[in-house]
């Protein structure tokens, strides 16, 4: 039987990505393992939107996760959901497109 620890956040070998928005911006970028689920969580006390967005060329061109052409992956709460990526390299982040008040808090694990 293989036993094999691994520091918090690196479960799956991929290092968590965590952050704040205080102001509109971009974190940081995270590439899962393919065919495997990851998290993307946002928390606490804001008035802002948040996207979910993917680049298919290393951080060239950002697309915002659609479904028939409609965004889908646009937060104005708190949320946690789970998103699965086919494709080797794909980078995800989060973007801050608005901000009103209050604090951000943002993690994206696998």
Excluded: K
Aim: glycine letters at 16%.
């Amino acid at each position: 039987m293989l036993n094999i620890l691994q520091a918090p956040g690196t479960v799956s070998g991929q290092t968590a990505v965590t952050g704040t928005f205080t102001a509109t911006g971009n974190g940081a970028s995270f590439i899962p393992i393919p065919g495997r689920g990851f998290n993307v969580s946002l928390w606490g006390t804001f008035v802002g939107t948040v996207v979910l967005e993917r680049s298919f060329d290393s951080g060239t061109t950002w697309l915002p996760i659609t479904g028939a052409g409609v965004a889908i992956s646009t937060f104005g709460g708190p949320v946690s959901e789970v998103f699965e990526e086919p494709e080797y390299g794909v980078q995800y982040r989060l973007r801050c497109m608005s901000f009103g008040s209050g604090t951000i808090n943002y993690r994206i694990s696998q």
